[in-house]
């Protein structure tokens, strides 16, 4: 089974005033989010961080068991989670196989980023729609893109022209020509758009929003 939880950032502490928040978290966390030299950042960030130490416990791991499998996609005692931030948000997928999750608050898109960064294909999908509809498609395709290059844990390393999604209905995702044996679920949260991609095909039905009080305990 695949859950997702989100976390609503706004409500944190700066951890860059309040240091004690980060308590808990792994060194490697810590310093990521004091690198960031905005405050919003820093919440998102620590809010990442916070959502997976509270996921991981509730699925019976710990964030001290993090270590790293194939092309460095970390998982802790065969507990498979991805993190993703944007705006107000952090998100959190987690499975007992490969998994990856993506959040883009929704905003107007520049001309000719679609043609950068997706296939043929995707940007012919892209032109069906105007406006505010068309911004909401672009992210997405976007999540549902990032989705997938997260799960495999290839990241940007995995060229956007290998593999595309076929929007028609329930989309799939095709590599190299090929149908992938992948699982796609869209969640939805206001002003967002939100993709999980993963080995498994059982999701969560909803995406369960996790009160900050409880994280902070």
Known sequence: MV?????????????????????????ERKGKIL??????????????????KWALKKHGAVVEQLSY???GKPEAEGVFFNLSHSGQWAVCAIGDGPVGCDVEEIASVREGIAE?????????????????????????LWTLKESYMKMTGEGMSLGLDRFEFDMVGQPTVKRDGEVCDCHIKEYKLPGYKLAVCAASADFAETLQVVNTKEILV
């Open 3 to 27: 859950y997702v939880y989100a976390l609503n950032v706004q409500d944190l502490p700066d951890p860059l005033t309040e240091p004690g928040v980060m308590e808990g978290l792994w060194e």
């Open 35 to 52: 690198r960031y030299k905005l405050e919003q950042s820093r919440k998102q960030s620590l809010g990442a961080g916070l959502l997976l």
């Open 116 to 140: 950068r960064f997706f296939t043929e294909n995707e940007v012919q999908h892209l032109a069906q729609f105007e406006g505010e509809r068309r911004n909401e498609e672009f992210f997405r």
């Open 69 to 71: 499998g194939a092309n």
